[in-house]
């Protein structure tokens, strides 16, 4: 697909797949017959309908989805054009991502755009790890932070957008379920660049979990639980293991089964008085 540049603005421009996703050329008349169309209906949507349209028929247990693994890939055909234009503005997308961070506003989208071709021209799964840039090399992997609740999931970005004032990435139905904004629709986020064979702080966790006790009669471990139970939301566990022709019952979390990042659990133990010890499995 040729890129648009700054010769060919007269009656034709790009525009992304919000007006569809997948970048095309169209007529100005086409687009601003969408754009009116788009402004009609308006305030007709809603996050609450969009979250209404996610049916029963969703795959089991999203929120134990992986996250994406970076891995060296060609740039996709499509997508990578020298400039673009939506809406008057021009954006112009990196040749090269390496060290880039950004703050600002994640939004997510889902049901409108399920199945439908993204820039990359690849089918948009609503129920991957994925995500939309206005401006990064597609594709590439950024690992995105909720500020509000410090979680952190790992998406690879294979399509164009948000163009929304404000918004610097869309997410997924998963990657914005996992982290936490499905109801509220939006949230403040970090997002950086993660480069193939780096670990992510997310991928990091599955190999390790938190030590909280180790007692030498359950009753005690079931005591230390129960405290922590009422003091934290996050799950607190009692494993049992031997020590020798002992058995030990060690008092645990784990991570992996829920959405706070390793400093962010240490940091509501150490609140409460409680250090916790990071072992390895």
Known sequence: MRSSSSTS????QFVANRFPRSLKI???????????????????SSVSNMTSMVTSSKPA????????????????????MDSYKVLG?????????AGFRERGVASWYGPNFD??????????????MSAAHKTLPLPSYVEVTNLDNN??????????????EGRIIDL????????GIIKRGTAPV??????????????????????LGLFSERKNASALQQKLTERITTPVEIRSVASGDKRLHQVVIEPRNNHFSIDTIRNQLRKIGIEAVVKKR
């Open 61 to 80: 247990n999203l929120t134990s989805t992986p996250d994406a693994v970076p891995k060296h890939e060609p740039l996709c055909k499509y997508g990578n």
């Open 190 to 211: 970090s997002i950086r660049v993660v480069p193939p064979g780096e670990e992510s702080s997310t991928n990091t966790q599955d190999d390790i979990y938190l030590q």
């Open 89 to 97: 503005k021009t954006y112009r997308p990196m040749k090269s991502a």
């Open 172 to 179: 997924s139905y998963t990657a914005a379920l996992k982290l």
């Open 151 to 164: 979680r952190k999931v790992v998406v690879r970005v294979n399509d164009r957008g948000p163009f929304h």
């Open 26 to 44: 169209i007529d100005t008349i086409s687009l601003l017959t969408i754009i009116m169309t788009m402004l009609l209906l308006g305030g007709c």
């Open 9 to 12: 603005t007269g009656s034709k």
């Open 115 to 128: 199945g439908k071709p993204t820039s990359c021209m690849e089918r948009y799964d609503m129920y991957k």
